[in-house]
């Protein structure tokens, strides 16, 4: 190990200590990436990442996906398809520079639509509200280390249908026909346990509540069963709330995590960049 750590929890993240991302070197960058299979998420505070530096750096744990288009049908920043931008910021025109606004950003993993989602990703601040915009991540192989057996087996050999239609800050992508039929609704569907391909760590794989159902189940039953699922998966043992300073950069295991973002003063301004590193597997069942 060359790198010095700390523990955010017991059960999720770990803080990466005294690096400058811009310069570390290779064997540091693959500790960087067993921490982040051990840990699950990391955390380097003190960072001036330029939005190249921070695409230059990303691609150092693994190929880039490009930024999804965001609610506005913008790509976003030139010259940079792989930048994602999270604001409430308004340009000239009164159009958002970036997604997600100022409300609460609902309980989530990344993409998880997709049947290829984006192994890990990381987001850096720029700018903060003086309050407000906390993310909070929540460690799905904790969570599934503690779960009842009974409420394991319910869900052992299942898999849940995982929602493209509404993003987290609950927008409809753009191009999608609004629906609150999961049977219909855009998606992909994912083992509910999953295992990690590089740490073989199980951990829960839920997505999103809104819209998701568990394959074969009556509509009611699933309903009930995944709403069990929720409320133990973010029990406060198994998360972490980030109370964001500029120059953080937060980096999370999509297969291993959830995330949400508490809402914010509209007034106040929020500025973040994100990138993801590219899925090398389809998530697999445990
Ligand atoms: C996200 O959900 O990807 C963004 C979280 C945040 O804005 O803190």
Known sequence: MTLNTRPLTPSVGLEVLGVDLRHIDMPQVADLASCLDRASALLVRGQTLTPRELVAFSRRLGTLDEAPVNETGKTVVEGLPELYVVSNIKDANGVAI???GAGEAVWHTDMSYLENPPDASALYAIEIPSEGGDTWIAGMAAALDAMPAGLRARIEGRRIKHDGTYNSGGYVRQGV?????????????????IQHPRSSREALYLGRRRNAWIEGMERAKSDALLDALWAHATRPEFTYKHRWQVGDLLIWDNRATLHRRDPFDPAARRLMHRTQISGKSIPISA
């Open 98 to 100: 970036g997604s997600l």
């Open 177 to 193: 026909t609004p629906t609150d039929d999961p049977l219909t609704a855009p998606g992909a569907l994912h083992p509910a346990i």
